[in-house]
């Protein structure tokens, strides 16, 4: 039995932070990382820079694969050629999102965030990427919706997810 | 392979913000397991701790930095750690420590303060996303559990109405739990008519950030029956990572969460889930999440358990309870100490000492499971009496 | 009770820096290497363990990204935030459970990618008593070696050998990254890191990876021809307080060891052991792991050093190998497990039947693991 006068715990309000009644000490770590991209992920960026979508097919199991890797995971080998995808797909999932990343809400009135999973055109089936929607009515977004990449001007392109700006509705 | 018994069990309180430091509330949950089996922390030969993200205590490597409130000095200690698996894992690693012959007692800890992290722990969640691909989008833990659960909701034509009463299940039946962070009585309507944060989700479909601390003491059988009649047994243990392309695979169903009960189930010598488990305490840190799991746990079939939760089976007093704790959504959310919460839960239930909360029929198997990562990990413990 | 073996090992060269490569990308190359050494697939393997943590990897959840490169999608895979070798003990404990048979461990270390590694390694010390302090981490060593020293009465020259030592010993070993030919002078005159603490007295960073897999004796037997028996493994922590330990005495050394050695019967270490490989991120910590372990009495591990008749680190060490992070206990067992198996070349010594490898997780931690193997 959990006996409810031995369990500890003393919940505090925030005011007794705010007042001073319980002490703090804060803390803003630097903390820093410059990751290597590698072989895959850096040329998937140079593509993302020249505005276009690159893949890997592996050999083993055929998948063509997005974002690419050098190696497939399943199969576990060395993947094969380089494959150009096309910049379009299409919506697997969706949220219409209302709160920044460190939980803050959005100003009142703000466009909510269009988060989604989009299956991209020439990769095999289910493979998506994560990305935003933009250009569209949140009312009219739908499961299987055909969505084309709005890519920022070439002279602003860093090699970035970011150099994409959102995906769009297009086509029929 | 040597049984393993789980026989004591501590937990403190979950709250929002803890006047207890990280290694107080380990320290508070162990000493009070240790008592339950009138046990010192000299009878106990290793150690294991269960914790999630570093960045919600803001501590590197805060394994080592709670060690001595989980009372690891001097003895064998390690940390585990599998996302927010993490809390149902730390039992298994516990069970090898035992299993293998290394001891004949293990204490297990979870710890989650994650009231340190300013200025919300969400934010911590940033970096859980590939740091290359997904970070420079912005996202928050939220999306990806909207996603998940609107993919879930269009694959088997579900609506939020249909889902919200997981909510309102689970918080009513934290009422009935001492250590509950956000007990209440609700009704579907008011699931619906929260704050919407992230559509499909709602505040009321999530659970809370929570500092929390739980543990439990196992034991090999032939140190368990000299100091209890009643243990409760690990019959069955399992675990399964998915790939991190996350967005390459189908999210309405987690196939990682079968995997692992199917691991479990092996051991365990269960055939048939669904009319063999008879309590269990899915991981429910979002109210679809509950559903999903039990799908994942063969406890029905697939799209099925909205169903079964609408027909009152999962209810405490249903044929199949599901969170009879009141989990994630009522008792609280501190992750790792989530996980061992439920493991208790189990254990209270099976010895018949859930006070208010006990099921009835005398359950004799019940099941744990907790989930973790980037819609990756599942982590399943199936006990008996 | 049956017995556990290494039967795989792949290990990259280490190197300060590895721009060619993502993690992903260089750690699946060592654990193709040692799954073709073990003679097995990804398949094959039931379970896996990676050693890291979320503040290295610069990750919230480091676990969510160790499955792919490892072979280990829809696979039990668990995150030890340990060293190597309590990664080697887990996966120990696994198949001695009777849970699976073919467990593979794995660590790495991209150290280059984290750009404030000392703000990383501050940021594990406490965060009411210590971290508003705003000291370099490595005052932590410079702590311990003056307490150490001074109790034990080993010298900074002592510390200058053990660097002049591996780093030599690294230049036979073609996985090293510093391997030099320096003297005594050189370590004295690199300057000051946090006194008695000399710059030449820390080990650099290195990039690498290493992945081992452990099967029970029957499928050790019939997969291997030359499995490395594990025969005693432990680890152990002391306070994670900078006031409250004993700063002259590595006493989770001392512990792990003594549990490490009832477990493989060994009553003399430093007469049954042939091959030893101790964690020397600091100079001073080579010679205070292996006074700690008893291999040879307090105070007189510097001295034997100086006369060359303690034959340790024969790798290099992280002196001379490179700082590997979790890995660096795994380097030290790589080391030991190529010296048994005789594979070691012209590092190889003549008598080589037991090895114990050494890790420690590095400042302000008191956590260390020991692992005893055997050819036979």
């Known amino acids: 039995m959990l006996d409810n006068a031995k369990i500890k715990g003393k919940g505090l309000k925030s005011s007794d932070i705010k007042d001073g009644s319980v002490l703090t000490q804060s803390c803003n770590p630097k903390l820093q990382y410059a990751w290597d991209t590698g072989q895959a992920v850096g040329q998937y960026l140079d593509g993302l820079k020249d505005g276009k979508l690159v893949g890997k097919k592996c050999n083993g199991c055929n998948r063509i694969m997005i974002p690419p890797r050098m190696f497939c995971e399943l199969c576990f080998k060395e993947t094969g050629d380089w494959v150009e995808l096309k910049d379009t797909g299409t919506v697997n999932t969706f949220s219409i999102c209302y709160v920044n990343w460190d939980a803050s809400r959005l100003p009142p009135g703000a466009k909510p965030h269009l988060p989604a999973v989009v299956e991209i055109d020439g990769a095999s089936e289910g493979m998506g990427i994560l990305h935003v929607l933009g250009e569209v009515d949140p009312k009219e977004i739908k499961i299987g919706m055909k969505v084309k990449a709005v890519w920022k001007p070439a002279n602003e392109r860093t090699g970035a997810i970011t150099d994409i700006k959102y995906f769009k509705p297009y086509g029929g | 392979m040597r049984r393993v018994a789980i026989v004591g069990a501590g937990i403190t309180k979950f709250m929002r913000r803890a006047q207890e430091t990280g290694k107080e509330l380990s320290y508070e949950a162990s000493k009070m397991a240790l008592d339950s089996c009138g046990l010192t922390l000299k009878d106990i030969d290793m150690v294991t701790l269960g914790t999630a993200p570093d960045a919600f205590d803001g501590v590197h490597m805060k394994g080592e930095w709670l060690s001595d409130g989980a009372g690891g000095w001097r003895k064998p200690y390690i940390r585990n750690y599998v996302g927010g698996g993490t809390g149902v894992f730390a039992p298994i690693h516990g069970f090898f420590h035992v299993a293998s012959g290394m001891a004949d007692s293990c204490l297990v800890v979870c710890e989650e303060k994650m009231s340190s992290c300013h200025p919300h722990p969400q934010g911590a969640f940033k970096t859980i996303f590939d740091h290359t691909l997904e970070q420079p989008l912005n996202p928050t833990l939220i999306w990806i559990f909207a996603l998940e659960m609107n993919r879930y909701m269009h694959t088997y034509g579900l609506t939020k109405k249909d889902i919200a009463l997981v909510s309102v299940k689970n918080k009513r039946n934290a009422l009935d739990h001492p250590s509950a962070q956000i007990p209440e009585n609700l009704t579907v309507e008011d699931v619906l008519n929260s704050e919407t944060l992230a559509w499909p989700v709602n505040r009321l479909d999530i659970s809370p950030a929570s500092d929390g601390a739980a543990a439990v003491v196992l034991m090999s059988e032939e140190k368990a029956r000299k100091i209890t009649d009643r243990p409760v047994w690990i019959s069955g243990v399992g675990w399964n990572i998915d790939t991190a392309y996350w967005a390459t695979k189908e999210l309405c169903y987690p196939r990682y969460v079968e995997k692992a009960a199917r691991q479990a189930y092996e051991m365990a010598g269960i055939k048939e889930p669904h009319k063999e488990i008879q309590v269990a305490e899915p991981y429910d840190p979002f109210s679809y999440k509950e559903l999903h799991h039990m799908e994942g746990l063969l406890l029905c079939k697939k799209g099925e358990a909205p169903k079964l939760l609408a027909d009152g089976v999962t209810q405490r007093t249903g044929n199949l309870p599901i969170c009879p704790s009141g989990g994630a959504l009522g008792v609280g959310n501190p992750i790792a100490a989530t996980g061992l919460m439920k493991i208790i839960e189990i254990f209270l239930q099976l010895r018949g000492e859930a006070g208010k909360r006990q099921v009835p029929g005398n359950p004799k198997v019940g099941l744990a499971q907790a989930w973790g990562d980037l819609m990756q990990v599942g982590t399943v413990v199936v006990m008996k009496s | ?376």
């Open chain 3, 1 to 376: 009770m049956k017995r556990v073996a290494i039967i795989g090992t792949g290990s990259t060269a280490h190197k300060a820096k590895t721009p060619d490569v993502s993690y992903r990308e260089l750690i699946f190359g060592a654990a193709t290497k040692a799954y073709a050494d073990a003679r097995i697939t990804h398949k094959d393997v039931q379970s896996f363990v990676t050693c890291a943590e979320d503040f290295i990897e610069g990750y919230s959840i480091a676990d969510e990204y160790t499955p792919d490169q490892l072979g280990a999608v829809l696979k039990p895979m668990q995150t030890i935030p340990g060293d190597f070798i309590q990664g080697l003990g887990v996966a120990y404990m696994m198949i001695q459970a009777g849970i699976f048979r073919i467990v593979a461990v794995e660590a790495h270390s991209k150290f280059s990618n984290i750009k404030t590694p000392d703000e990383v390694a501050s940021f594990a010390l406490d965060p009411v008593y210590n971290r508003p302090l705003n000291l370099n981490p490595h005052f932590v060593a410079g702590l311990e070696m003056n307490r150490y020293l001074h109790d034990s009465g080993n010298t900074a020259t002592h510390c200058a050998a053990v660097v002049v030592k591996n780093r030599k010993n690294a230049l036979k070993n073609p996985l090293a990254a510093y391997g030099a030919e320096i003297n005594i002078k050189d370590v004295e005159n690199s300057g000051e890191a946090s006194w008695p603490l000399r710059k030449a007295d820390v080990s650099n960073r290195a990039d690498g990876c290493i992945v081992m897999v452990l099967a029970d004796e029957d499928t050790a037997k019939s997969l291997s021809k030359k499995p490395v028996w594990i025969k005693g493994v432990s680890w152990c922590s002391d306070t994670p307080g900078l006031e409250t330990r004993e700063w002259g005495k590595a006493v989770y050394a001392e512990l792990a060891s003594k549990k490490a050695y009832e477990m493989a019967g060994i009553k003399n270490p430093a007469k049954e052991i042939d091959v030893v490989e101790v964690d020397d991120e600091y100079s001073y910590k080579e010679l205070q792991h292996l006074e700690a372990m008893g291999f040879c009495e307090k105070g007189t591990a510097g001295k034997l050093i100086l006369d060359g008749e303690l034959s340790t680190n024969l790798s290099g060490g992280s002196l001379g190998m490179g700082h590997l992070l979790e890995a660096s206990g795994a380097a030290r067992t790589y080391e030991v497990v190529t010296q048994l198996r005789g594979d070691a070349g012209e590092r190889q010594l003549k008598k080589a039947g037991f090895g114990l490898a050494q890790g420690w997780r590095g400042v302000p931690t008191t956590t260390g693991a020991v692992i005893i193997l055997a050819n036979s």
